[in-house]
């Protein structure tokens, strides 16, 4: 027997004014099904999701799902007094309420008279849902994701991690038919990772995940949808599940297009000369031979120049319509030192010898010691420094203090004890999980605009060394139509590649990066990955990641 459909999708096409996002795409997912969603920031990954979900209305074409929905976006509102009690009790009426249909099909039926097929839908339903473990389920839920169980706290007091987790662990309590998730580990710590992980393997409906996690597309899906255009301009469904077979099949159609496109690029040159040259014989100063006939120059010429114009009309129908190449990161060279130490420069201005010794850097770039926040992180009796060219990985689960640690190296949050000695002429670069607060507050100003703002306020601080500065375009991480427009404009992961050019502006000598691969494209992740590895400047991450862990493993590790 065919597994029901629950989502079909019929030429959806969307578009934001001045930047079409989906066109005519077609999709279906039935139950048992799992589609991963990938693509590059801004491909129309969360937009699919929020058609699908039906809170955007398609410009065209038509979404249809069977049964019941639960959607976890990465963003939450969050309308005044709104508790986590709010968000257990809504999980549970839905569920209670096919409990109270089968109580109510069994109460009103006749033995001799009913219709057995409405009493037999009803108690498969209840079944299904498993009504009668609602309240077991959600707490469960609570607890392996860890997000608050207190039913009165309000979720305007809770982080954003601990918003989403007690969200999502509601929604998968659910075991609702369409199930769509936007980047649900995000906030989850390995723990959370393995569970949610385990409840998608066996999750009777059908899914759609938008997710960076290639541990998670490959432990999970059923099928990858990558939203970035093939050389047809079109999505291109991948059947292979694992994140590995994805990737060669894309890169290989990546080399055979763009191995067509310049081809055709250097025939349209060749073209395009024999035109000119066949454009230029009607004009030069070229005579027949003596007795020929006085017309024969122009009409030769005239040959040509048709002769070519078929020749360009011929290759403009046979040429493939390539759309903007996918962005590839161009990370900048770091420096490992200040300039006097690692360049000499400016070695005629005087120094004290104190300021003399810390620049040749023998001791750490950073080093902190004894650190406490109160009731965040308290690390007595340990010290950690960061030398020059130097890597460490953060680890630990959710609460354990990673991000506050992260903090008070980057001197953003100040310690109840402890010390941080920062050596002079160091400059940082901080990606944290959440972008700066004068990114929020300019949400009308133009990517290109803010990132000048920034670094002005970096220049008037003093962190900022003019002639290293790392322009935003030459990074790889928006294009110039993105960088044109404001930010609220800009998709979340468009805005997280924005706060990553931010930490890169000041060309850093350490750059410390609070879950890095949060909201960001499975292709950037593999390349920032890379550069990471590379890098001259030393490297803090904190990452529940957990190919990026694997990845980087061989990094000396701070576990919490």
């Known amino acids: 027997m065919a ?43 969360t937009t699919l999701l929020r058609v699908l979900a039906g809170s955007l209305a398609p410009m065209a074409g038509s979404v ?32 209670r309420a096919v409990a109270d249909e089968l109580e109510a099909a069994i109460a009103g039926f006749d033995h001799e008279s009913g219709d057995l097929g409405a009493y ?24 392996r994701f860890g997000a608050p169980r207190d039913v ?45 992980t385990g409840r998608l393997q066996q999750w009777a409906g059908a899914v759609v995940i938008v997710t960076h996690d290639r541990r998670l597309l490959d432990d999970v899906m059923t099928a990858i949808l990558d939203l970035d255009p093939a050389m047809d301009g079109r999505p291109a469904l991948y059947g292979a599940t694992r994140y590995a077979d994805y990737r060669f099949a894309k890169d290989r159609m990546l080399l055979r297009w763009r191995a067509r496109y310049r081809a055709e690029r250097k025939r349209a040159l060749v073209l395009a000369a024999q035109l000119d040259r066949s454009y230029e014989g009607l004009s030069d100063g070229w005579r027949p031979p003596k007795g020929s006939n ?6 030769h ?35 490992s030192l200040p300039r006097r130490a690692s360049t000499g420069a400016d070695l005629d201005r005087p120094l004290d ?14 080093e902190i010691r004894a650190p406490r926040v109160e009731g965040r992180v308290d690390l007595p009796g340990r010290r950690i420094d960061i030398g020059a060219c130097g890597r460490l990985l953060v680890v630990g689960p959710n609460g354990s203090g990673k991000s506050t640690l992260l903090a008070a190296l980057a001197g953003t949050v100040d310690l109840d004890r402890g010390t941080r000695v920062l050596a002079p002429g160091v400059r940082l670069g901080v990606l944290a999980q959440e972008g700066p607060a004068e990114h929020a507050a300019e949400p009308t100003t133009s990517a290109f605009d803010a990132y000048a703002r920034h670094a002005l306020r970096l220049l008037e601080s003093g962190v900022l060394d003019p002639d290293q500065l790392v322009p935003v375009a030459a990074l790889g991480l928006l294009t110039e139509d993105d960088l044109d427009r404001p930010l609220r404009e800009l998709s979340v992961g468009q805005r997280r590649r924005f ?17 890095p691969t949060n909201h960001l494209s499975v292709g950037l992740v593999d390349e920032l990955t890379a550069a990471l590895r590379l890098t001259s400047a030393a490297v803090v991450v904190a990452t529940h990641d957990r190919r990026m862990r694997a990845d980087l493993a061989d990094w000396p590790v701070l576990e919490l």
């Open 499 to 515: 706060d990553l050019a931010c930490a890169l502006l000041a060309a850093p000598h350490l750059l410390i990066l609070d879950e």
């Open 301 to 335: 010429a005239r040959g040509h120049v048709k002769a070519a114009d078929r020749l360009v009309e011929k290759l403009k129908a046979e040429a493939v319509e390539v759309p903007v190449p996918p962005l590839s990161l161009a990370f900048p060279d770091l420096p």
């Open 152 to 196: 009165s706290r309000e979720l305007a007091t809770l982080s954003v991690g601990e918003r989403y987790r007690a969200r999502l662990a509601c929604r998968i309590a659910e075991r609702s038919d369409v199930l769509l998730l936007d980047e649900p580990t995000n906030h989850l710590d390995a723990a959370g990772i393995d569970y949610l």
């Open 120 to 143: 037999a839908d009803a108690m498969t339903r209840y079944e299904q849902l498993a009504a009668w473990d609602v309240d077991r389920r959600i707490d469960e839920a609570l607890t």
């Open 353 to 366: 010898p104190a300021a003399d010794r810390a620049a040749a850097h023998a001791g750490p770039l950073l």
């Open 64 to 95: 249809s799902r069977v049964g019941s929905l639960a959607v976890v976006d990465q963003e939450l509102d969050v309308p005044p007094g709104t508790t986590v009690g709010t968000l257990v009790e809504q999980t549970s009426a839905a569920t």
């Open 3 to 45: 597994e029901p459909v629950c989502v079909v999708a019929r030429g959806i096409t969307f578009g934001y004014p001045g930047r079409p996002v989906l066109d005519g795409l077609d999709l279906v997912v039935s139950a048992g099904e799992r589609l991963g969603l990938v693509g590059e920031n801004g491909a129309g990954k």
């Open 294 to 299: 006085k017309n024969r120059r122009a009409t």
